[in-house]
């Protein structure tokens, strides 16, 4: 999927071609570029520029210093690569693009996980991702330190505020998800979304699920709602926490935090890609 996106990304960068290298560059003139750290943060996606390099032309050599999940400071040089100018001038915006958002993603996970630092609970992402991005951001989040959720709609059973409501209830959505793994031979986990603790005790007395998204919980709900559970489910909080509340919601005893921001509005970590003289 990646080596097709790449391809896909350079036809829609360079189009009929890069004009403006063309024009002023010789096309066998050689030379060097160095990726360097304009911004405090978490390096990511060294390894999918890597990719990148060698999709577009296989002789470029890239040298690296810095590895995936470093904390990086401005001046650091993560790599140089060394070959066709025409190549490294026509790579060097994919390649920023993708580095600096997963970097940005990476940076923004390992400050929420310093957060919830000494407590049992993990930081998980969600699918509020970029469409045709998401292998990506969600490896950003692994780089930071963070856990990923399900990838898609076909790797866990989540049922939430609407599949409840359009399946008639907690306990009908329940047997009905159980119902249609068992007739299928699926073995996927079951997650449920409940809104309030009344529906709480309705899935703990149903049971048949092995995660409880605690969804828009208050600190307080949250933390009476794991004395309930009691260690049969796991917990999951999710929905409005920010980097003020996360670890008043940690310290809950919950096992997951997820959290869109990591993902859907996260600033990219600041670099550049120069010519070294």
């Known amino acids: ?34 990726l360097i750290i304009k911004d405090t943060g978490v390096i990511a996606g060294v390894e999918v520029a890597r990719k990148v390099f060698s999709a577009f032309d296989s002789t470029l050599k890239m040298t690296q210093f810095i590895s995936d999940g470093s904390e990086v400071k401005p001046g650091n040089i993560v790599f140089e690569v060394e070959g066709k100018i025409h190549s490294l001038l026509q790579t060097e915006r994919l390649m920023l693009n993708i580095m600096q958002r997963m970097s940005g993603i990476a940076t923004r996970t390992r400050e929420y996980i310093q957060l919830i630092e000494g407590t049992k609970a993990r930081i998980l992402d969600t699918r509020k991702t970029t469409p045709g991005l998401r292998d990506l951001e969600k490896k950003a989040v692994l780089i930071g330190g963070g856990c990923n959720h399900r990838f898609g709609l076909y790797d866990m059973i989540m049922l939430k505020d609407n599949h409840i409501d359009f399946a008639g209830g907690i306990p009908q959505a329940i047997e009905q998800a159980n119902a249609y793994l068992s007739e299928r031979g699926l073995n996927l986990k079951i997650e ?10 309705q899935v703990i007395t149903k049971g048949g699920v092995q995660r409880i998204m605690l969804d828009n919980f208050t600190v307080v709900d949250t933390r009476r709602a794991v004395e309930l559970i009691n260690g049969r489910f796991e917990t999951e909080s999710s929905g409005g926490i920010t980097k003020e509340t996360i670890r008043s919601y940690a310290l809950t005893g919950v096992d997951y935090i997820s959290v869109g921001a990591l993902t859907h509005s996260v600033k990219s970590l600041d670099m550049s890609f120069k010519a070294v003289k």
């Open 1 to 34: 999927m990646l080596e097709n996106n790449i391809k896909n990304w350079f036809l829609e960068d360079i189009g009929t071609g890069d004009h403006s290298t063309l024009s002023c560059i010789p096309k066998d003139a050689m030379g060097k570029s160095r």
């Open 192 to 201: 449920i979304e409940v809104r309030n603790l009344d529906e709480l005790d």
